[in-house]
Structures are given as C-alpha cells and as structure tokens.
C-alpha cells in the first residue's frame, strides 16, 4: 500500500481532478458542487493517510499543534470573509466580465491565467523572504508566521498571517477577475491550485518524479520549509516554471529536511502564541 501511495497516489488526483473537471464542464454540472465535493474528498482521504503512513512520524499533528490552528482557522478565515466581502464581491459581480483571456479556449486561458498568477505570486513570496531594509523586514516578518511550525501536515496550511493571506487573495482576484476568466475555467484553475495547496504540506512520502519540473508539490515544498536558508527555495505555489527560470529551484531526489521552521527561533513569537504573532510585524 505505501508504494502505491508513494507513487501513484499524486498522478491519481491529479488525473482525476482534471477529468472530473472535464465531465463537469462538458456536461454543465454546478462548478460550486463540483468544487466542493472535490475539495471534501480529497481533504477526508489525504488527512487519513497521513495517521497512517506519515513520512516523518515526528511531523505529525498533536492536540496541541490543532488548538493552535484552530486559532489560525478562525482568524484567517474572518479575515478572508471580510476581505472577500469588500474586495471579493467585485468577482460576483464581474463574474460575465469579458477580459483578455474570455474568448480565448479554456484550457489556453487557464494556462496563461495560471502562469501570470503564479509570476506575481512567486516574486511577492520570493521578495517576503528576500528583500532588505525596513520594508523587507516588514514583509519577512508578516510572512515568517507561515515558516513559524516545525512540522509539516495538511491543517497547519493556515497558519500565517493575515496581511498575507489579505495579499495572496488580492492578486489572485485581480489576476483572474481582471484577464475575464469565467466560472468554467475557474473551475479547472482552482482544481490544480487547491490540489497543490494540500499535497505541498502533505506528511506522506510522495514521488512525484518528472512532475516536480511542472509543479511545486510536496517534496519540493518541504524543502522551503526547512530552517536551513540555503534550502528554503521553491517560491512557486503551484508551478516550477518560475523557480527553474530565476534559478531558485531546489530539489534533492530522496531527501527530506532535516529541521523545519525557521533560522534562530529564538528571535520569533511561538506560534501558539496568536496575540503576539499577529503584533509581530509591528513590533
């Protein structure tokens, strides 16, 4: 079974979910539905295997690392209503809004939204954990939240902090609201996106092989977890393309981490610490 999963279980999802995709937009299902039984089957069958099989038992969730992000859970997710309420509703009521990309071919659309999403996304992650002076350290601090755990599952997704959550939604309404993507191609984006959201934090030996070189999944995501900076790379969140052209791609075939979270800890907020962590960019 753990070979299987190993190696099959990754190409099978995302098969699937671009076939189910396929069925659904050919034959008019409800893109919501489709979305959200997807959503829910996927979570259910990763979560489960990660009590399992987990690559690094060490890594695995606890109460106490759940408390903390239910805390994350509830503050992200307020935040993302009211974010979604005063910026979000312009997708609603743009959802016939004819952009760049309307008249073109959904799969071509989608690649191309796909792509210019993932460049802003990618310099805007890159730069949070690069860029120098007061305005650098701003951004590194807002997005150290996320590096804060140092261990990787499926639940600890949502910890970090608000502005970056507010940001990462920002450019993904503007990219896809602003090129005229409609529902159906959204349906296909966000079936991709949502699908790397989970495996990319997946606590389970996952061999991706080839498809590490198309998109950022779990073993090359751990690595930008590691507390070792000269590993910490893979800024993409979806696709490789970005990392493999600024030559910030890391990949060791076979290999994990050997620490996670970030460099000198000492220096941050603990991250079930929620009141300090969410004043930690101010400070």
């Known amino acids: 079974m753990k070979k299987l999963v190993t190696y099959g279980l990754y190409p099978f999802l995302l098969v699937l979910g671009l076939g189910v995709c396929t069925f659904a937009i ?36 606890t109460w106490q690392s759940f408390l903390r992000d239910v805390k994350y859970f509830i503050t992200i997710g307020l935040t993302g ?11 609603i009521k743009n ?12 799969v071509l659309a989608a690649v191309i ?16 954990h690069e ?24 639940l600890m997704h949502p910890v970090s902090h608000p502005i970056n959550a507010i940001v990462v939604m920002l450019i993904s309404q503007l990219v ?35 498809l590490n070189y198309i998109f950022i999944g779990t073993e ?14 893979n800024f993409g969140a979806v696709l490789a393309i970005w990392d493999i052209i600024f030559e910030t791609f890391y990949y060791q075939k076979g290999k994990i981490p050997e620490e996670l979270g970030v460099f000198e800890p000492e220096k941050y907020p ?8 969410l004043r930690f960019p101010f400070r």
Not at 81 to 91: D, H, R, T
């Open 95 to 106: 959802a016939h809004f004819e952009g760049i990309l309307t008249s073109l071919p959904l």
């Open 113 to 128: 939204a796909l792509l210019i999403y993932e460049f802003l996304q990618y310099w805007f992650h890159r730069i949070s």
């Open 81 to 91: 209503y009211l974010f979604k309420y005063f910026i979000g509703l312009i997708a």
């Open 26 to 61: 050919l034959l008019d299902w409800d893109v919501s539905l489709t979305y959200t039984y997807m959503a829910i089957g996927r979570f259910v069958l990763l979560f489960g295997l990660e009590f399992i099989i987990p690559i690094n038992p060490e890594w695995k969730m």
């Open 220 to 233: 090359l995501h751990r690595f930008h977890h590691s507390a070792k900076v000269e590993e910490a790379k």
């Open 176 to 210: 896809f609201v602003g090129l005229g993507v409609d529902a159906k191609t959204l349906l296909l984006i966000n079936t991709i996106v949502s699908l790397q959201g989970l495996i990319s934090h997946f606590n389970v030996e996952i061999k991706a092989g080839w």
């Open 131 to 154: 860029a120098q002076g007061k305005f650098g350290l701003f951004l590194w601090k807002v997005h150290s939240i996320h590096h804060l755990p140092d261990k990787v599952y499926l």
């Open 270 to 277: 603990n991250s079930t610490e929620i009141f300090k962590v």
